[in-house]
C-alpha cells in the first residue's frame, strides 16, 4: 500500500484559530482527518506531519524518501522565501503537490511567487480544506501515471 | 440541475496534437468528454466552450450568467495578458475555478503571472487534463459551499 | 451636422448590473441616450457602438474615418493593453477623447497606465455617467478648434 | 450660494507666455475670467488663487474647509511629486478635480503618474483652457450628487 | 508546388492612408502584388489574409497547417503584446519569419520587445514593403534547408 | 536647562479633524501640551513649530542650532521626498529623532521609505501621540549619553 | 498583573561582543535585566527569551498566546525576510512592538525593508538598549488603550 | 551690462559651517564676492539671491526674465526632486548653468540624477567654490554666442 | 560601381567551428565569397572585414566614408554593449543593415536588446549565412531609393 | 594545532544520492575525509558538521568562536537568502572561506547572488568536491596572512 | 612647467563633421589648438591624444603617470560602459576631470550615467568646445589646491 | 607536458603600484613569477599574457586553442561587461577558470555580476594573488578529470 506524506509548514498549527475569514474554522487536525479518511477509501495511508522549522521540513522530506510515494505539502509562508526547501524537493525525486488554503494570487504581491512550484508537480489554491483533499486526488492520479 | 460552462482559451482545440512534450495527446474532445462525465456522476450538466477569439470568450461568459452556476476556465495564454476577461469574471459575478494543463510556475517567466487569478475562486495547475476534473471538483465543492 | 462616434470597450454591455459600488447603476442604454440627447442639443449626431472584441473596436474606428468628425470612446479593460487601438487611433487620424467612469488613477496599479492617453487628444476619468458628457463637450471644443 | 476654489499650482502665473506650442496663448487671467463667468452662469462662485509655493497651497486648501464646497485644482508641476498636497485633500475632506492644461499622459515619463489622482474625484487633462471649464462642469456634477 | 501564408495584422489594412512618413505609401494590395508575383518567380503560392482580430490570426494559422509550407507574417502591434498568437506559432509547427516595415527597434520602447520573434525562424525589421520580399526569400530558405 | 525643539511638517495643524481612523482625535494643540509638560518633568524646555511650508521646516532647523539641544520632528509627507530637509539635518549637527503617529511601515508603499530616517539617530512610529513622548524620552537619551 | 514576552532573534546573543561601534557594549543579559527592571515598576512582568532559530521564534510566539499581553520583539535579520514570522504574529492576534538597537534605516539597502513591521503596533529603531525601555513604554500604552 | 543672476538653493547659507569634508570652508558670502568680482572683470553685475523656498526660487526665476541675461544656479538639493524649477527654467526660457559645489555623480544615487539638468544648457559639478567661476565662465560663453 | 562594406564584429573569425549547432558550420571564407559573388552578380564590389577590437571597427567605419555606398554589419557581442559603435555610424553617416546568424531574440535576454538597431535602417536576424545574403540584398535596396 | 570548522549546509547531506549530473556521486562523508586528510597534511585539524536548520548553522558558528582558527562554508540554499547567518559570521569575527560545489553563476539567476559572500574572505565555486580543498587551502593562506 | 594630458575618447576625430547640431562644427584640431594656446597663457603644456580603441587610451593614461599633472579627459561613448577606464583612472592616482560638448543629460537615456564620474574630480558637460577650456580651468584649479 | 594560459586583463600591468589597500603590494612580475613556478612544481608550463585591450584578449584566446590545456583568467573590469569575451571562451571551447585578486562580491554593485562566469568552469576570487595559485590548482584538476 502507498503511503502519502501530508507535510503543514509554519502557522498551519493554529489553524481554525486564525484569521478565520481568511482561512476558515477548521482546525489542522480536521484537515488531517479528513484527509486520512479519503486515503483509506482510496486505498493510501496518509501521514501527517507539521513544523514551524524550515529545517524539520526538509529533514522529513528526507526521511520520507525511504517510505513515501508523494507528497502533498502545503509550505504556508516558506512559499516564498525558500529555496532550501525546493533543493530538498529536488533532492528526494519525490513527486510534490503544493496546496494552499487561500488563493495566494489574489493576496498581497509577496505571496504570488512561489519558489517551489516550478519543483511541484503542480499546484492548487484557493479552495479551503478542499485544497488538500484536491491535492491528494492530484498527487494520486500522478502516482498512477508513474506506476 | 446545476449546469457548468467549461470553457477553452487560445489554441487549446489543437490540443493533443500540440507539443504533446508539454501539453500530453489527449484531445480536447477527450477532456470534454472526460469532463462531461464525471459531472454526470456528480449530477451536473457541462457545456463546453473553445474559442480563440478573446471577445468570443467575454461574450460567452456574459451569456452563462443566465444560465451556469459556476465555471471552470482554461484561459491559455490570456491568463497572463487580459484584463477584459479579468473584468468579464468580476461583472458575471459567476465562480471561476482557473485550470491550467501544465504547471504554469514552472514555465518561462511571463507564464507565472496570472490576471485572473486574483478574481477567481482558485487555480489549479500541472496535472494534465486531470486538472480539468479537479477543477471540476473544486467548482462544486464551491457551489456546494453557497447554496 | 458633424458625426460623433460614441464607442465602448469590452463589459460595458453590462454596465449597471456590473459592480454598482465602482461604476453606478446606470445602463449602457441610458448613457446612450444622454448622450444623444446632448448631441442634439449641442447640434452633432451621436452614433454609439460596443463590443467586447478589440478587433471590432478597430473596424469600427477605421470605418468611422469615412464619417466621423471625432470620437468619445471608452476603451475599458483594452485601455492598459492594447497597442492596436492605439496604432488604430494613429491611422484614422480622428481625434479622439478618452473617458472612463471610474477614477483608474485610484485603482489598481496596472490600471493607472494608459496605452491609448499618448495618441487621444485627452482624458477624462473619475466621473461616471457624466465623463460620457464631459467627453461630448470636450470633442466638441476640439472640433471647433480645428474647423 | 456655493462657492469653487480654483487653485493654480507653479509657473501657471506666466501662462500665455510659457511654451504657447505646448499650453496655447491664453493667460492665467483670462483663464480666471472665463471660469468665473462660467460660474455665475450656473449659479456658483469662483474664487481663483495661484502659488509658486507648496506650502502656500496646502494653507489655501486648509483654509478653504471653512467656505469652499469644492475646488478645481490644476497642481502644475507638484501633480507629480507632492504627497504633502495628497495629504492636504485628504485632510479637507472637500472633493477635488484635478485639471491640466496639456494631455500629461503624452508627455515626458514623468509626467504620466499623478500623486494627487488617487485622492481626487476624477482628472481631466488635455483640452488647453476648456480642462478648466470642464472641472468646474465636474465639480458641480459631483456637488450635486452629494447635495 | 509549395504554398506561403502572408499574414498582416491589425491596421495593416489601411497601410498607404496610415502614417506615410513612418511607413510609406504603398498599400497593402500593392505589397500583396509585388510578393505574389515574386512567388510565381520562384515557383512558390503566395495566400494574403488580413485581419485586425487576434483571434481570426490564431484561426488562420491553425487552418495553414494543412496547406502551408511557410508564414511570412507582420503581426503589427499584436507583435509586443500576443502572448496567444505565440503559443498559435508553436502549436501548427509551421517555419514563421516577422516582417516589420519600419524599423520597430528604432520607435518606441514598448515596441522594442517582440513576443513571437523567440518562436519564429527570423525577425526582418525596417525595410518598408522590401521587408516583405526578404522575408519570402527568408522563408524559401528555410523551407529549402528543410526539404 | 536644554532646550529641544519639536517640529511638525505638513498638514499636522488638521491633527485631530483629519482622518481620525487613521491618527485618533487628540489635536496639535493637545499633543504639544502633553510633550511640553513631560519637558517639564524631565527638565527641559519643548519649543514647538509647526508649517507646511518644507523652506519654513529648513529655516526653523537652521535656527535652532543656536538654541536647541536636540529635535523631535514629525514631517509628514516630507519625509518621503525632501531631500532638502535630509541636507538641513546633516547640515545643523543637530541629533534628530523621527517620529509619526501613523505606522508608515503598513501604509502605503510611498510611505516604507524615509529619506530622513538615514541622518536621524533614530525612528518611532505607530503609537499615535505616544510617537511623540517616546521621541522625547529617546532624545533624552541620546543628549545624556553625548553630555 | 500583565505578562509582556521580551523576543529577541538571531546572534543577538552575542551582543555586547558584537560588532560594538554598531550595537554597544551592553550584552543581551543587561539588557534583560534593565526591561526586567522597569517592567516590575510599572507592574509588569517580563519574560525573556532568545533564539538563533526561526522555528523556535514562531513556538515561542504561539505559545504566549495563552500567557502574554503583549510583545516587545527585535528579529534581528529575520526582520527583513521572514514571513512566517509575520504570519505567526497575525495568527496570535497579539500586539506586538518591533524593536532594533541600530538605525536600520542608515544601514545597508536590504535592512531598510521590515517584513514585520506592516502587522505590528509599531517601530522603534536606532536607540541602542534604549530602544528596548521604550518599546516596553510604547507597548504598555498599546494595552492600556485596549484595556 | 549684462546682469546674471547668481541663484542657490536650500541649505547653502550655511556654507563654509556645514560639512567641510564635502562642501570646504567657503562661506556663501565668500562665494557671492568671489563670482561678483569676477564678473565686474568681465564686465558683467553678478546678483546673487539665496532661499531655503522652493517656491521662492521659482518667484525669483520669473521675476529675473525682465533683468537677467542668463543665471548660474545651484539648485543644492532641489536638483534631484524638483519638476517645479524645471518647468520655471523652461518658462522663464533664460540660459541657466547649473553648479554643483560637490561631485553629486560621486555621491549617493539619488544624488546622480538632475531633474533640472536637461532643461539647463550645461552642468559644472565638483570643484568647490571655483564651480561657481566656472559656471560664470560658462553663462558668458553662452551669452555670447546669443548675442 | 557601388562598394559595400562587409564588416564582422568579434569572434566570427571562428565561424564554423564555433558552436556549430548555432551558427552552422560555413566558415567565415566562405561566407565572405558568398556575398561578394552575389554583389558581382548585383554589380556592387564587397569589402569585406573582421576585427576583435572595438577600436579597430570604429577605425574602419570612419575609412569607409570615403568609398563605401553602404554597410552590411553583423558587429556579434559588440551590438549589446558598445555606444562606440552607435556613435561611429551616425557619425559616417553610411547607411548601415545590421544581420546576425542567430536568431539573437531567442537567446539570452541580454541578447535581445542591441545598441546598435535604432541608429540602423534595419534589422535581419535569424536565417545564418543567409542573413548576409538578404543583408545585401536590404542594402541595395536602400541605396537604389537614395540614388 | 589550529583548528578549522567544514559547516555544511541545508540538502547537503544528501549530496551523491542528489541530482548527480549537478553536483557528482560523491558522499559528504567522502568529502569530509578528503578535507580532513589534507587538513591532516598541512598540520591542522578539520570539524565537520552538516545540519539543514539555519538556526543550527548559526548556532555552530557561535560556538567555534572559541576553538577555531577558521571556517570553510558551504552554505546551499542558505548563501541566497540569509542575513542571519550572515550577521553570524560579522558577529563571530571568524575569516569564512564561502565555498559551493556548483558554480552558482552558471545556474539559475536566483542563485547568482550571495548574501554571505560580502562578509566572507572570498568565494570558490565551481569545482565539484575540489572546491573544498581550494577552500581549505584559502583558509589557510588566510591564518598564516594573519597570524 | 606642468603637464597636462588632453585626452579624447572615440569618434571624437570626426569632430566638426558629425552631427553639427549636436556638436558643432568645430573639429578636433581646433579644439586641441584652442586648448592648447590656453595652456601656454597659463604656464602649462598640453599633450593631446585621441583614440578609438579603449585599450589605447587606458594605455596612454599608464604613460601619463609619469609625465602629467593632470588629465582633461572626453571619454565620448565610453563614459556610460567603461569599467576599465574607470580603473585605469584610480590606479594612475591622476587627478581627471571629464568634459563633455553636448549635454550629456538632456540626450538619451544611457548616456545620463557616467561610470568615470564617480572617480573624477568633476564633470562638465554641454558647452560645446568651451567645455575643454573650462575643463583646463577646472584641472589647473585642482593642481594649484594639491600644490 | 600541458600548457596553461596565464591570462590578466586590463590595468593588472599596474599591480602592485595600484591601490595597495585592495589589490595588495605584490607585482604582475611577482605573480607571474609565483605561478610559474608552482607550475613546474605540478609539470606544466604557464605562459602569461596581459592586455589592456578587449580585442587582444581575445585574439590571445583564439590564438591558444592551439596549445593550451586550459587558462587561468583574471579578466579586471571587463568581467562585468564583455559578452565578447564570453563569446570567445564559449568559441575557443577551453575550460577557464576566472579569478579575482579581490572579492568582487564585497565591492561595487557593478561588480558582483560577472558575464564571463557563466561560461567558466568556476570562479575564485578575494584570496589577493593566492587567488592564482589557487586557480592553477583548480584548472589542473579540471584538466585531469578530462584525460
Known amino acids: 500500500m502507498n503511503t502519502i506524506l501530508l507535510l503543514h ?8 484559530t486564525r484569521e478565520p475569514h481568511v482561512y476558515g474554522s477548521t482546525t489542522l487536525v480536521d484537515i488531517n482527518a479528513k484527509v486520512i479518511t479519503m486515503g483509506k477509501e482510496r486505498g ?3 501521514v501527517p506531519f507539521q513544523s514551524n522549522h524550515e529545517g524539520a ?3 522529513k522530506l528526507h526521511e520520507a524518501r525511504s517510505w513515501a510515494a508523494g507528497v502533498v505539502f502545503n509550505p504556508g509562508a516558506y512559499t516564498h522565501t525558500s529555496i532550501a526547501l525546493r533543493d530538498a524537493i529536488t533532492s528526494t525525486g ?3 503537490v503544493e496546496v494552499h488554503l487561500s488563493n495566494i494570487h489574489a493576496r498581497e504581491e509577496f505571496r504570488h511567487k512561489s519558489m517551489l512550484a516550478p519543483v511541484c508537480v503542480g499546484q492548487i489554491s484557493g479552495f479551503g480544506w478542499r485544497s488538500y483533499l484536491l491535492g491528494l486526488e492530484a498527487i494520486l492520479g500522478v502516482i498512477e501515471v508513474k506506476s
Chains 1, 2, 3, 4, 5, 6, 7, 8, 9, 10, 11, 12 share one sequence.
Not at 509548514?9 to 481554525?16: A, D, T
Open 57 to 59: 521540513l526538509i529533514d
Open 9 to 16: 509548514g509554519p502557522n498551519l498549527n493554529l489553524l481554525g
Open 94 to 96: 519525490l513527486p510534490v
Open 44 to 46: 493510501v495511508e496518509v
